[in-house]
């Protein structure tokens, strides 16, 4: 038998939880029925303003997607997947189109990738992120006191980490309660397994990195409603990553939902949410109050 290296997994079978292409037969299908989602949205959307600066970096970007009329409307800020070293949010931004529907912003943002950067730099710019909106949405009408944050995948391991946030010792100017909801789709919050997957060649953690870098082992700011979804057909290890980050949540006494979505695997999962009825897409829009 091969040792095993994390939990009850060797090498290989930790390869393959942490692979969502490995386990997912049509993972291609689904990435190219987001992206025309996301190209026809583009064409259409009335009220866009793309590539907006939120720092220094030429990745360091956010495309807006406002409703016909925004006035004090809260803003959903999306963040995307890739393991932190691929993708683009123009492949996303059809995800806009429930939120802006119903009243709702849509911000989703770029960050540098790995190994660019390192997952340190990464998280600093997402907040980053978020500082801008606090200070700049009002300009284009929405409420500084109303910004929330959902992300996929990678996304949703920056969505924690967003949560794992300081607000004023980021930015003095921040409140404690800058973020007001979270939704981590399909994300990993222990980072420890990471290190021993073909991820690791590209995001170069350390243990230490790692540690500082894992959600699940890092104290929560208090007060944001949180929801966790996973998809039901993901990897045993992703489905036990959002259930255990959840309730590292309840420990410390947040409000946190967690749960699984019938037939959506890793790729289909946020395309999907964006079908009437769909009970992700509905949690995001109760969670920005616009249900």
Request: hydrophobic content about 40%; glycine content about 8%.
């Amino acid at each position: 038998m091969p040792d095993s290296i994390y939990r009850d997994f060797d090498g290989a079978q930790l390869e393959w939880q942490y692979s969502p292409r490995a386990h997912t037969p049509d993972h291609d299908a689904a990435i190219a029925e987001g992206l025309a989602h996301s190209t026809a949205y583009r064409e259409t959307a009335r009220n866009a303003r793309y590539d907006i600066a939120y720092g220094a970096s030429a990745s360091e970007t956010l495309d807006l997607f406002l409703p016909d009329d925004p006035r004090g409307a809260p803003v959903e800020l999306y963040i995307h997947g890739g393991f932190w070293r691929s993708r683009d949010k123009k492949d996303f931004s059809h995800l806009a189109a429930p939120l802006v529907d119903a009243g709702g912003i849509s911000a989703i943002a770029n960050y540098d990738l790995c190994p660019s950067v390192t997952l340190d730099e990464i998280v600093r710019q997402m907040r980053a992120c978020i500082a801008w909106l606090h200070r700049n949405i009002a300009g284009y009408g929405g409420d500084p006191a109303r910004i929330h944050v959902c992300g996929h995948s990678a996304g949703g391991h920056l969505t924690a980490m967003m949560l794992a946030t300081d607000w004023p010792d980021f930015d003095p100017a921040l409140p404690a309660d800058t973020v007001k909801s979270a939704i981590p789709v399909s994300g990993v919050f222990d980072l420890e397994p990471i290190l021993n997957t073909s991820v690791q060649d590209d995001v170069r953690l350390d243990a230490e990195s790692a540690r500082r870098n894992s959600p699940a082992l890092l104290p929560a700011a208090a007060g944001p409603r949180v929801a966790v979804a996973v998809g039901a057909d993901e990897s045993e290890e992703f489905r036990r990553q959002s259930r255990d980050y959840a309730e590292s949540l309840r420990r410390q006494g947040l409000e946190a939902e967690c749960f699984e979505m019938p037939a959506r695997n890793h790729f289909n999962i946020m395309t999907d949410s964006a079908r009437p009825g769909d009970r992700l897409g509905e949690t995001r829009l109760r969670l920005m109050g616009l249900r």
